[in-house]
């Protein structure tokens, strides 16, 4: 079992900048994948960007160019630096750990994020 909790988001100008992070506890492997979700109110949850322990990444093309997600892990700690924030990044954000050698995945409890206009 993994847990997952989530620290940083808040209430911003637009323009502004958050910074999201996520403390993975319990067994981690170095295969796990970790990553961001976001969903808005009325929309389906969908993936903001993820990274493999090597520091691959997957960046959603909403967030391209303005989103950095990176990953500690010796801390067992992924972050998601967010610049350039619009109000449609308004929602609740999700770390995800996803496991590859088995089917398992954990979530967060969530982290508000709203972007004021």
């Known amino acids: 079992q993994v847990r997952l909790v989530e620290s940083g988001g808040g209430l911003v100008q637009a323009g502004g900048s958050l910074r999201l992070s996520c403390a993975a506890s319990?067994?981690?492997?170095?295969?796990?994948?970790m990553g961001w979700y976001r969903q808005a109110p009325g929309k389906q949850r969908e993936l903001v960007a993820s990274?493999?322990?090597?520091?691959?990444?997957n960046i959603a093309d909403s967030v391209k160019g303005r989103f950095i997600i990176s990953r500690d892990n010796a801390k067992n700690t992924v972050y998601l630096q967010m610049n350039s924030l619009k109000p449609e990044d308004t929602a609740v954000y999700y770390c995800?750990?996803?496991?590859?050698?088995?089917?398992?995945?954990?979530w967060g409890q969530g982290t508000q994020v709203i972007i004021s206009s």
């Open positions: 319990g067994s981690i492997f170095s295969s796990d994948v």
């Open positions: 995800n750990l996803r496991r590859l050698v088995v089917s398992y995945a954990s």
């Open positions: 990274i493999t322990s090597s520091g691959s990444t």
